[in-house]
Structures are given as C-alpha cells and as structure tokens.
C-alpha cells in the first residue's frame, strides 16, 4: 500500500492502528528521549493496554482520564483505553485539586492514568479523597507509590485477557462511537464535555494533515500538550496517520527546543503563536541549526504577518500556515495553506475544509453576504456531537438546521477565506489555551476577600492576550493584588491567573444589572 495514501475515513482509531503498522511497518513511529518505537511495536503496545484496562474491569463506553505530560505511554494509553472500547478523557496538567474533581464527576472518569512525580509534585498526591472514590484504580506511569498501581504492573495483568477476547472488544468499537470527551467551560463557567467519534475525528485529523500538508518521514515536534486538541490529534494521531516520528515534548523552553531542532532534525513544529515568538525572542538564534525545518503550523491567536515572515526568514521555515478551529469542532475549521502568501496567512483563517459549511450569520438568522460581518457558523462532519449529558447547551450551540454557532464575529474575504475580527463570547487565549472568564470568575470569588470579580483578556506582546481582573472587596475585607494572584496560582491552572488585578469600588452595570465587559475592555485599551 502506497505509505502516502491515507486510511479510509470509514475507520476507527483501533483500525487505524493496525492499518499503520501495516502500511509503515517497522519505521520509526516514537521517538521519546532514549526510547525509539516502531509502528509494529506501537500496535503490539496498544493491544498490551487495551488487555490491561480489559483486565481492570474497563466496559465498552467507560471514561478513563489521562493526567499527564506528553509522552510515549500517555499515547499507546490512549491507543489502549480506545481499543477496548473506553472514551478518552484527557485532563490538563496544569489542573490543580478542585478542578480535576470537577471533571471526573462531570465526565463520570471510572479510571486514571496519571503522571508520578512531575515539576516537583506528585500527582497523585493533588487527589481528593472525592476525587479517588470513584476511581477503580490510580495507574501511575513512572514511580507509583503507595496504593497506586505502577504501569508494568497494570499491564502485566492484562496477560488474563486472551487475543480472542481482545479482538471480541475491539470489534465492537464502531465508526461512530465516541473516541473522546474534551472539556470546555465556555461561558457558564462550568466544564461540557465535547462528544467526539472515531469517524469524524480521523475525516477531521486527514483533512487537516492534507490541507497542512503532512508527508510520510517527517519528524514532528509535538510542544502542545496531548490533553490539547492541537497536540493529540494535530501531532499524535496524525503522525500515525501520514508515517510521521512523533517526538513529544514536556514542557516549554526555547533554547531547549532550537537544541532538539538541530541535534533531531525536526522538520515540523505545530503549535501557538507564543511558542515561536519564544524562539524568536533569543539573541542567540542564529548559533542554531534550523535547516531541518520545513513546516511551521500556528492557530488560535492573532497571528502578525511580521511573525510569518520572522518564521520563514530567521527560523528557516519553507512553509507556515494559520487556521482557525474550536473544541465542538474538533479542534478544526478553517486553514490556510503552506503556499498561501504571508498576508493571507497572517490576517486570514483560510478556507473551510472539503464537505464542511462556513458561513456568517446575522442575529436574525439569516445568512449574510461576502464581506459583512456576523456570526460565524459552521456545519459539517466536524461539529460535534453535543455536549456530554447537557442537551440545553447543545441546542443553544447546534440549531435545528445543524450549524454550530462559535461565538465569533467574522467574514468571508472576496478570496474566500474566513477572517475573524471580534468574540461574542468573553472567551480569550493565552499562549494558546483557551481561557473562559466566567469559570475563572467562579473560582477566583471562593477568595474571602473578593465580593466582585469582572475577568477580561487585554492584549499582550508575547501571549496574544492574558487576563485582567476587575476587583471589588468585600466590607471589611483587604487584599494586594500579589496576594490575589499568589493564591490564584495555588488554586488554579497557571494560565488562567491574571496577570494584573486593579481593585474598584464598583463595576460598569448595565441597568439590567449585568457587569459591562465592554466598558472595561475601552478603559484598557484606552491607557494603551
């Protein structure tokens, strides 16, 4: 079989496993650090997991959450725990105690695979008790201690389970099963679990690696997170898909990732603008070698055309393409194109994938024409299959004619191509994480101090946008912002903590009594 021909997009991830150890045999699938792995090692992995979670107990339809940085296992984990039939539930490392609880009642998670010690913590040590009850067991991947289960040992059970009954399961996972649950909080504040299924994952994640063009030997990367859409199926999974090494990588250092460039060959970095403004910003870049880079792919922020041109020019890059996706989308959308020149992919998002509908929707419904700005809509097999046990927030995201409303003002430029200008939502990105202010707002007025709380993103040179905080005290109470933004850091993810906290005697309310966010978001930009 022709290596660069892509599966069938009928098939599902087990499926696309088999098919890549295969078509790409004995070529190097993994490299992580020391360990080099195969595509017929990686498919012989995948059925050692699936075995083992068979073994625990893990049903067709199970949740089983990944808490962990990138790495080989936290792959073929995932690779396993599809095989058998579970539904991913990946989990943000950067999640503290009170979040990660949250998520596991909300998805129902029945099972963990979690890092051990990792930027000085153990992980499994953030666990509440609310949050183990649930939990069949806590496998830990390197230097499990006490209760938790050491990963050889969990997958050492799986010798139980025969390759018949292995088979037996896997048969069961159809197309149009769900693979995943991505959770996002969007404006309630709470996390929705985005149902995802193996056949539109894989359309999506073959679509996108042919509008990107990913080839067959190139060397990727991966700096964005696997619990992020654009590291687990924009890295991962389409490494698998198009014979690519994937090489992940743990956490975030400039100098770190031009060193890999050069002594790896990288060929292809995928991830937010911030990561390649980080590259850019070290008065010793030119000392490294970049020659081996060929394809620099960006997405979820604003993207200045100096910055396509810095990419091409000082890092080396022969092509770089900007697109635009959402969670409920997969993480897709639109995208540009390597050949696209540097001001269509700077100021636009590209073009819709094939069989998928972008359009622009005015507030009555009706659609408008090339050029006006409205909402941006889309339809197709990426959307989503709604939010997980909420279907009042999935009506009011899918009408009844199938578009997904995004929450973002746009249009379509007379070339086609979608431009993004304003939100509807309050959501902003930080380095390309998605930040939601009313979430951010829920957790940060448990301080005792804070009676009020307003959150909007502002502009920032090297994230994109980072949070503000509008203040007001409770009587009688008093707090610095170091102080807020120190217990911020010990109670929620570092992204979302603002960065700069003013303190007010009142917010802008309309007469309704809702916080003005716009008025806020002028005093800012203002001062700028």
């Known amino acids: 079989m022709d290596p660069n021909v892509s599966p069938p997009d009928f098939t599902t991830i087990p499926d696309l496993c088999v098919w890549a150890a295969q078509t790409y045999g004995h070529e190097t699938a993994i490299e992580d650090g020391e360990r080099s792995i195969s595509f017929v090692e990686l498919d012989a992995m995948r059925r050692q997991a699936a075995k083992a979670f068979m073994a625990a107990g893990v049903a067709k339809g199970d949740r089983v959450m990944i808490w962990s940085p990138n790495s080989w296992k936290w792959f073929v984990g995932a690779l396993g725990l599809l095989s058998a039939g579970a539904v991913l539930i990946p989990c943000s490392t950067r999640f503290k105690a009170t979040e990660v609880t949250e998520l596991i009642r909300r998805s129902g998670t029945t099972m963990m695979l979690c890092a051990g010690e990792f930027l000085g913590q153990y992980y499994p040590d953030m666990l509440e008790r609310e949050a183990r009850a649930p939990l069949r067991a806590v496998v830990v991947f390197d230097e499990a201690r006490g ?7 969990f997958l050492a059970r799986g010798a139980a389970i025969g390759d018949g009954e292995l088979e037996e399961r896997t ?3 159809t197309p149009d099963d769900l693979c995943d649950m991505l959770f996002t909080s969007g404006t309630t504040g709470y996390p929705k679990g985005v ?39 924009s890295g991962a999974i ?12 743990l956490t975030y250092d400039p ?58 020019s000082d890092l080396g890059f022969a092509g770089v393409v900007n697109g635009y996706g959402l969670t409920e989308c997969g993480g897709y959308g639109t995208m540009c194109r390597a050949d696209d020149d540097d001001e269509v992919i700077a100021n636009t998002c590209g073009k819709p994938f094939p069989e998928t509908e972008v359009r622009i929707m005015a507030q009555d419904g009706t659609f408008l024409p090339d050029g006006e700005h409205g909402e941006v809509v889309i339809r197709g097999y990426i959307t989503m299959r709604g939010y997980f046990m909420d279907p009042e927030a999935t009506s009011r995201t899918i009408d009844e004619a199938g578009w997904l409303h995004t929450g973002d003002i746009g249009y379509i430029d007379p070339n086609g191509n979608l431009r993004i200008e304003d939100r509807l939502k309050d959501m902003y990105i930080t380095g390309g994480f998605n930040c939601y202010p009313a979430e951010i707002e829920r957790l940060l007025s448990a301080h005792p101090a804070v009676g009020q709380i307003a959150v909007i993103g502002v502009p920032d040179e090297r994230l994109g946008e980072v949070g503000k905080a509008f203040v007001v005290l409770r009587p009688g109470r008093s707090a610095t912002e170091q102080e807020l933004i120190a217990w911020a850091r010990q109670t929620i993810a570092n992204f979302k903590v603002p960065r700069s906290i003013e303190f007010r005697a009142a917010l802008p309310t309309s007469p309704q009594g809702k916080v003005q966010k716009t008025v806020l978001r002028a005093e800012v930009l203002g001062r700028s």
């Open 255 to 312: 100098a770190e990732i031009l060193k890999r460039v050069a002594a790896e060959r990288i060929s292809v970095i995928p991830g937010p603008p911030a990561i390649f403004h980080g590259m850019l910003q070290l008065p010793d870049l030119a000392s490294y070698d970049t020659s081996s880079l060929r394809l620099g792919i960006t997405g979820g922020a604003v993207v200045p055309s100096t910055l396509i041109r810095r990419m091409r």
């Open 195 to 233: 149902m995802y299924g193996h056949r539109q994952c894989l359309r999506a994640i073959d679509a996108w690696a042919t509008r990107v063009g990913i080839g067959h030997g190139d060397r990727i990367l991966v700096i964005p997170p696997f619990f992020h859409a654009f590291g687990y199926r």
């Open 171 to 173: 048969a069961e996972v």
């Open 147 to 153: 209760r938790d289960l050491p990963w050889d040992e």
């Open 238 to 249: 389409v490494s698998m898909m198009r014979g690519a090494v994937l090489m992940p990588h």
